[in-house]
C-alpha cells in the first residue's frame, strides 16, 4: 500500500515564528487531507488538497502530486498552534481509504 | 452545525468484558468511517459505511469486532471480548458522501478506551 512519511517527527518554535511541515508519499494520489490534533485529541481538517495550493489565514498548503510530496506553512505561531500535524492521503489506485502518517508533532512556546 | 458526536468520551474496561461506542455523525451527511489511533500513531480505518451499508471493513477484525448503522444515520461499533491490546482511541468521521474516500471527513472526539 501507499507510504506516507511525515518530517520533522517533532518541532518546538518559539512564538512568532515560521515552521514549514512535510509529507512525502509514495505513489499517486487523488486525495490528500491535513489535520491539526490538539491536545486534547480532536482532529481537526485544515486542508483537502490533493494538488496546487491553498490558504487559510496564517496557514497555507502546498502540494506537488507529480513530485509526491506536500508542504504546510504555519506562519507567526500562536501557542495554540500546538498538537500534532497529520497528513493523510488517498491512493489514486482504486477507491482506497486515506493513510494518516505518523505526524508531526509542534510545540510552540510563549 | 454540531459536530460529530461521540460517547462516551472514556471507558475503563477488564479484559474479557464487551464494550460499545456510539457516534452521531454531522447531520446529512451519507459516509460514517470508524478509525482506530493507537498511542503515537496516526488514526487507522476500521469500517467505512455509505449510508446503512459497510463498503469497506477489510480492516475491522470481525472476530471480536463488529459494528452498525441500521437507519445509515448513528452507528454502534462493539468489542466482545476486549483484550489488553485493544486499548486505543476510537475515532468516528463522516464527510458528505458520493465521493468515496475523496470526501473531506470530519472528526469526533474520539472514545479513549482503556482495558485493565
Known amino acids: 500500500g501507499i507510504q506516507v512519511e511525515q518530517s520533522p517527527p517533532d518541532l518546538i518554535l518559539q512564538e512568532g515564528a515560521n515552521s514549514t511541515l512535510r509529507c512525502n508519499f509514495s505513489d499517486s494520489v487523488n486525495n490528500l487531507q491535513w489535520f491539526h490534533q490538539n491536545p486534547w485529541g480532536q482532529l481537526i481538517n485544515l486542508f483537502y488538497?490533493?494538488?496546487g495550493t491553498k490558504q487559510n489565514g496564517r496557514l497555507s498548503a502546498t502540494t506537488v502530486a507529480t513530485e509526491r510530496y506536500s508542504l504546510l506553512y504555519i506562519s507567526s505561531s500562536q501557542t495554540t498552534d500546538s498538537g500534532v500535524y497529520f497528513c493523510?492521503?488517498?491512493?489514486?489506485?482504486?477507491?482506497?481509504?486515506?493513510?494518516f502518517g505518523k505526524g508531526t508533532r509542534l510545540s510552540v512556546i510563549a | 452545525e454540531a459536530g460529530v458526536v461521540q460517547s462516551p468520551r472514556y471507558k475503563i474496561i477488564e479484559k474479557k468484558q464487551p464494550v460499545a461506542f456510539w457516534c452521531n455523525p454531522i447531520?446529512?451527511?451519507?459516509?460514517l468511517y470508524w478509525y482506530l489511533q493507537n498511542l503515537g500513531q496516526g488514526p487507522e480505518l476500521l469500517i467505512r459505511y455509505e449510508n446503512e451499508e459497510a463498503v469497506d471493513d477489510s480492516q475491522l477484525p470481525k472476530d471480536r469486532f463488529s459494528a452498525e448503522r441500521l437507519k445509515g444515520v448513528d452507528s454502534t461499533l462493539k468489542i466482545q471480548p476486549a483484550e489488553l491490546g485493544d486499548s486505543a482511541v476510537y475515532l468516528c468521521?463522516?464527510?458528505?458522501?458520493?465521493?468515496?474516500?475523496?470526501?473531506?471527513?470530519?472528526f469526533g472526539p474520539g472514545t479513549r478506551l482503556t482495558v485493565l
Open positions: 488538497i490533493p494538488s
Open positions: 468521521a463522516s464527510s458528505e458522501g458520493g465521493a468515496g474516500h475523496t470526501d473531506t471527513q470530519y
Open positions: 447531520s446529512g451527511h451519507n459516509t
Open positions: 493523510a492521503v488517498g491512493s489514486a489506485s482504486g477507491n482506497t481509504p486515506l493513510v
